[in-house]
């Protein structure tokens, strides 16, 4: 089954960005203090707000900080949050969508119920009161209040799948063996849903280095520590707009663009692959369609 | 049953807050106003953290009833200005951004993506499909930074912040008044149906494609109807339904977007109250906030719902 | 009864493909005459579908009609080959000469349109000056046609029964007075007593309107009771063609003959039914030679080499070599 993604252009083009991106956060800030001998607070006195160069190649900030360096370390910081957020809300999403839809009945109501509320609930908002209240928490802090809120769509997801495959014929079979629900649930669902949970992992990811970003980009994200979020709210607040400071905001948003771009294209590899008339290489075949017909036509016609 | 849940939240939040907030919050005003705080507003803040003469079920009664009554306190930063107040004047301005960008952005994208979807593989579907996947992955808060930037701060073609002339006797009545909305609201607006348009389009798309290989297209086609006809009264009527659907599901990210992208551009609706109040930590306008944008929700969702049973015959004989 | 109302002329349709094309209708050729019935019967996949959505110019991606001509002849004694027109000319032939009754009546009709609006936007088309009123009126003696009452106009498809939907499409089929009428399985999807319901009441109709009709089924039983003139197919072509009587009475082409004998016939007694071992060609590598030879008893040695042509053989036309040798 994984192999039939990979083999899916869109997904492997995403996967590689998405990639790309995680080595950047696990040896970014090596690769700033090792090759370019620099942090992201260092101060260039005499490169204050300058635009790019080959001293630095996306410029500097208003005080005299590297941009590149920055949004290279900015990455960890975006990037982790948005991991350990999108890690939580799977585990929560598994654990309320799947007993949900394998058990059924009274248990398969109160969770579905629960979950519906969640989802109605405006969850942007309710991370930013609850961010508001615990202001200057720790990135891991960030992560959790942002995971608690990015859970119903996929446990609604999962809770649906599970239905479906607790009716397929080897679990009923499995279940006259007399096999335990338990097992039953990890040896035999969850290895079918490898693929959805993954979409779902990606989309949870990306959402929550989105819900960073603004939180951070609000003021009330993670204190200390560096993440696009955070370049962008500093280059909001020290007026890079008014000096025109354009280097500054827009690299760490062409990066969360990209990222989100990223997972779009798994998350449509997919749709191709589970929809055959949405792929690209049925595109083709329609081009080669339309020639076919336009050039059968006059040659009937004789 | 959502409604409620929020209330709830909302009333235990603060309660379960660790350490004194109270205390806390106290030191905050006396250093955001430089002055020790009043004997009342020392009580209102106990009493907003839940104080300690009550026990909680009293508490919450007490809380339910205040809002029964439409009483959701003073604000804090702006002490003893009522919250109500300050909402009041920011709830028109969000109320306007949201809804002509959402409209406006549904519609064109749904239009767009039926065309899409139409002749799947055109040469529009190709270079549209991946022009929309980028922009849907951009945060809307950082556009309205960079449109900012371009267009007020380079171009200077739209003012930089504000909602309306501040120069124009605050009037509804008056035309350039209403004008100067129009003027003050386009970029923001703008920003907001340029990323807004790209969900729906794909959606419909997507769905437009399946919805065009139906038996009931193909016998509109064997019918002889007229090529437009048969796209609007039989695909794209039939394959709008998930987008209806989709909308009550998108609101209150919508909303997420809307309040950030006033922030940028200083917009006095409730995500600007909302930032302030954020960063004043005042509480009590935060909460009704969220109230109010849960309520937005909750309605929108009746709305859509309601839209959908109007457009689905099928759906009218369950009810 | 004689005046010829279409010619198929050495018709092709292939489904293109990544792998290759597929030729799910191979030189189909046969004459329509005006009110004839013409059956054609063959099992499932052996291009039936493909031949109908070809006649009427309905066929979807990634079908192509690659080879053949359709030629229509209009009762002002215009000729006209339907594959030579733009999707524009064509409108004017669709349903006022040409309708169609697909195979699944329950996906057919526009789940979110009254019936009646359905029956008024083609017949408000294809008539401007008829008002909204007449349309209705029409619609109701139409659906009166097939025995529903016309207060079922008003209701969406969802609330009809599956029987209700079947024969409201076939007086959707009517609704312009079409010169033919080609109907793929109408009856598969309800029961038998409906079944024979519809069937008479198609009888009836063309008897009275005149049209003609070429039906398509995997149950050949049905045909011989309806049918003046049947076809049968397999692999994508016609290998027996001739009137119903002789169809049943004397079948000539080996697959015929194991086709009339799996169907018990609806009257008279039962005979020995046999089925035809083996099961249908796949069109994606179709065999060599006659698509047949494999699951033929009579096969002979040429049978896996040479596609036969079809030819008079008696007084029907047959696609075998066994007819070949001795002619
Ligand atoms: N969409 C398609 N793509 C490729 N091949 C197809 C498609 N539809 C039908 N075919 C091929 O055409 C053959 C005939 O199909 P069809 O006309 O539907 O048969 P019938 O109606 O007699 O059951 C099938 O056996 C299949 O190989
Ligand atoms: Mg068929």
């Known amino acids: 089954m994984l192999n039939g993604f990979l083999r899916n252009s869109k997904v492997r083009i995403g996967l590689g960005v998405f990639a790309a991106f995680l080595l950047l956060a696990l040896l970014g800030p090596w690769f700033v203090s090792a090759v370019m001998h620099t942090t992201p607070r260092t101060i260039d006195y005499d490169a204050l707000g300058q635009p790019p160069s080959a001293k630095h190649l996306l410029g500097t900030t208003l005080p005299g900080s590297d941009v590149l360096a920055q949004v290279i370390v900015g990455a960890r910081g975006s990037v982790f949050v948005g991991i350990t957020s999108a890690v939580l809300a799977t585990v929560i999403a598994a654990l309320v969508g799947v007993p949900s839809g394998f058990l059924g009945g009274r248990l398969d109501h109160g969770l579905t119920a629960f979950t519906n509320l969640f989802l109605t609930l405006p969850s942007f908002a309710l991370t930013l009161i609850i961010a508001g209240y615990v202001q200057g928490a720790a990135w891991w802090v960030i992560a959790l209040i942002i995971a608690a809120f990015e859970w119903p769509g996929g446990a609604r997801t999962l809770r649906s799948q599970t239905m479906s495959l607790r009716g397929r014929d080897f679990t009923v079979a499995m279940r006259m063996l007399g096999e335990s629900k338990t097992r039953l649930v990890f040896a035999e669902v969850m290895p079918h849903m490898t693929g959805i949970v993954s979409a779902m992992f990606l989309r949870a990811c990306v959402a929550g280095v989105f819900a960073e970003a603004a939180l951070s980009f609000l003021g009330i994200g993670t204190t200390g520590s560096v993440s696009w979020g955070t370049i962008i709210s500093e280059a909001q607040g020290q007026s890079a707009i008014l000096n025109g400071l354009w280097w500054w905001f827009v690299p760490p948003g062409l990066c969360i663009a990209l990222l989100g771009t990223a997972t779009a294209l798994v998350n449509f590899g997919i749709d191709e692959i589970s929809n055959p008339r949405l792929s690209a290489a049925n595109r083709k075949l329609m081009k080669r369609f339309r020639r076919a017909a336009r050039t059968a036509e006059p040659e009937v016609a004789r | ?319 | 009864m004689n005046e010829v109302l279409l010619e198929v002329d050495g018709l092709t349709v292939e489904y293109l493909s990544q792998t290759g094309s597929v030729k799910a209708c191979a030189d189909v050729s046969f004459t329509l005459h005006r009110g004839q019935i013409l059956g054609v019967a063959g099992e499932s996949g052996s291009g039936k579908s493909t031949l109908i959505t070809a006649l009427t110019r309905l066929q979807r991606p990634p079908a192509v009609t690659s080879a053949g001509r359709l030629v229509y002849h209009s009762s002002d004694g215009d000729k006209v080959d339907l594959l030579t027109l733009s999707e524009r000319q064509l409108r004017a032939y669709r349903w006022s000469e040409l309708a169609i009754v697909l195979q699944s009546a329950m996906d057919c009709l526009n789940p979110v349109m009254r019936l009646g609006d359905q029956f008024e936007d083609v017949l408000r088309y294809h008539d401007p000056q008829l008002t909204q009123r007449q349309a209705w009126e029409r619609a109701e003696e139409l659906v009166a046609m097939v025995g529903i009452g016309s207060d079922r106009l008003r209701s969406y498809p969802h609330e009809l029964s599956g029987g209700m939907r079947q024969r409201s499409l076939i007086a959707l089929a009517l609704a312009c007075d079409p010169d033919l009428i080609v109907m793929d399985e109408p009856t598969t999807a309800v029961d038998v007593v409906m079944q024979r319901q519809i069937l008479a009441q198609l009888l009836q109709l063309q008897d009275r309107l005149g049209f003609a009709v070429v039906f398509v089924t995997h149950d050949l039983s049905l045909l011989l009771e309806l049918a003046d003139q049947i076809a049968i197919m397999y692999g994508g072509r016609i290998v027996e063609l001739g009137s119903a009587r002789e169809i049943y009475t004397a079948p000539k082409h080996p697959y015929t003959r194991g086709l009339r004998d799996s169907f018990p016939p609806l009257h008279g007694e039962l005979t020995t039914m046999r089925g035809i071992p083996g099961s249908p060609p796949d069109l994606r590598t179709p065999p060599s030679g006659c698509a047949f030879h494999p699951r033929c008893a009579d096969r002979l040695d040429a049978c896996d080499q040479q596609i036969p042509l079809l030819r008079p053989v008696g007084r029907n036309d047959v696609a075998c070599l066994l007819y070949e040798e001795t002619p």
């Open chain 2, 1 to 319: 049953m959502t409604f409620w849940a929020a209330l709830t939240f909302n009333f235990l939040i603060p309660r379960f807050m660790p350490g004194d907030p109270a205390a806390t919050m106290l030191r905050r005003i006396q250093q955001l106003t430089g002055q020790a705080p009043t004997p009342d507003q020392i009580r209102s803040v106990r009493l907003f953290f839940g104080g300690a003469r009550e026990n909680l079920p009293a508490q919450y009664l007490h809380y339910l009833n205040d809002l029964v009554h439409f009483r959701f306190g003073l604000s804090l930063s702006e002490y003893p200005t009522p919250v109500s107040d300050l909402i009041a004047q920011a709830l028109p301005w969000t109320l306007l951004l949201v809804g002509t960008t959402t409209i406006i952005a549904w519609i064109v994208g749904t239009a767009l993506g039926a065309y899409m979807g139409w002749k799947p593989g055109s040469r529009f579907d190709a270079i549209f499909a991946p022009t929309t996947t980028f922009l849907h992955a951009i945060p809307t808060f950082w556009l309205s930074l960079v449109a900012l930037w371009a267009f007020a701060f380079q171009l200077g073609w739209f003012p930089v912040s504000g909602a309306y002339d501040p120069d124009v006797p605050y009037q509804i009545n008056n035309l350039w008044f209403l004008l100067s909305i129009l003027k003050y609201g386009a970029l923001p607006a703008l920003t907001l149906i340029f990323i807004g348009f790209n969900g729906w389009l794909f959606t419909m798309r997507n769905v437009m494609v399946t919805t065009v290989s139906e038996d009931y297209v193909l016998l509109a086609k064997a019918k002889g109807l007229p090529t437009w006809r048969v796209l609007f009264k039989y695909a794209a009527r039939n394959a709008l339904l998930p987008n209806v659907t989709g909308l009550a599901l998108a609101i209150g990210g919508i909303l997420g977007g809307v309040l950030l992208t006033e922030v940028v551009f200083t917009y006095p609706g409730l995500g600007h109250r909302l930032y302030r109040a954020t960063v004043d930590h005042d509480f009590p306008v935060m909460q009704t906030i969220f109230l109010l944008i849960t309520l937005t929700v909750l309605i929108a969702n009746l709305i859509a719902d309601s839209i959908y049973v109007l457009l689905d015959p099928r759906t009218r004989d369950e009810a």
